[in-house]
């Protein structure tokens, strides 16, 4: 069962609409989908079931994982940019 800490950390990478996604990756593994109310019980907490709270970490670690990685290469575009040369008036 997802706990409520665990519920706020997953919330911040899985926005809204997640369960289309929840839904493509229990597909992929040939597992049975299931309705977005139910997918939303069960990362609320409400419900229990394995194959879709692994579903919702593994996309929220993906979603997570892209947004380092973005954030890294913002930073290294960042420190190749040359610092701008000011004239002292």
Known sequence: M?????????KKFLG???SKDVNKNLESKGLKTYSPGFISQVLNGE???LDVEQALLFIANERKEAIQSLENSKSAFIKKIPKAVTSGT
């Open 2 to 10: 997802i706990s409520e800490d665990l519920r706020l950390e997953l």
């Open 47 to 49: 419900s229990d079931n």
């Open 16 to 18: 809204a609409r997640f």
